[in-house]
């Protein structure tokens, strides 16, 4: 499997502590697009950086690839997160003063065999934007240049946030189909979190 968590527990301490994730388990192979569903505040986004490697959890096993993700160094986690793991954020997230063709570029240049920066404009119809700023975009199109920037580095793992939360339906479904065909051609593993039914219908 190419991720597995067993008996995975995260609490929030504070004046009343907040046990967010009680005994997840979860595997998920390789090529396999999931959905993560739940109310606002039942843990999606912890479990997601949780498997983004952005957090950690207090305790039971992670494993990507049968390797242990346990308190790792600031390095190694931002190893394995450059080389396994792409991100698409409701929020884009792009470098506002860069185009779209450099936001591309600039995280290509992270990883030692990117995908072709020219093909995935063009499978995700951004030919013609390539030289545009994201605040000359549309909120899909912006979305669609933060699927591009996730894929290049051809991830193991893509991880996807509430990711048309902020679009409208037409867009939706066109980010949608984008991340589906990139699902198909690399064999990617997609995850998203959604409280979406439809979205969910499609893992």
């Not at 046990?19 to 396999?32: R, S």
């Not at 700023?133 to 509430?162: H, N, T, W």
């Not at 048309?164 to 949608?176: C, E, F, P, Q, Y």
Request: proline letters at 2%; aromatic letters at 6%; a negative charge.
């Amino acid at each position: 499997m190419l991720i597995e968590l067993k008996d995975v527990n995260k609490t929030y301490q504070g004046a009343q502590p907040l046990h967010v994730l009680k005994g997840i388990d979860l595997t998920i192979g390789k090529g396999e697009f999931v959905s993560i569903m739940g109310a606002s505040g039942s843990g999606k986004s912890t479990l997601l950086n949780i498997l983004g490697i952005l957090d950690n959890y207090d305790s039971g096993e992670y494993r990507i690839n049968g390797n242990l993700i346990w308190n790792l160094s600031e390095t190694k986690a931002a190893e394995y997160r450059n080389k396994m793991i792409g991100f698409i954020f409701q929020s884009y997230n792009l470098t506002p003063d860069l185009t779209v063709r450099e936001n591309i570029e600039m995280t290509a240049e992270l990883v030692q065999e990117p995908l072709s920066t020219d093909t995935l404009i063009e499978e995700l119809g951004l030919k013609k934007y390539e030289t545009h700023f994201p605040k000359e975009l549309s909120g899909g199109q912006q979305q669609r240049v933060a699927i591009a920037r996730a894929m290049v580095k051809k991830p193991d793992i893509l991880l996807c946030d509430e990711l048309t939360g902020a679009l409208d339906t037409k867009s939706s479904k066109d980010v949608l189909q984008r991340v589906q065909k990139m699902n198909d051609t690399y064999k990617t593993t997609v995850v998203i979190i959604t409280h979406n039914l439809n979205i969910a219908g499609m893992a």
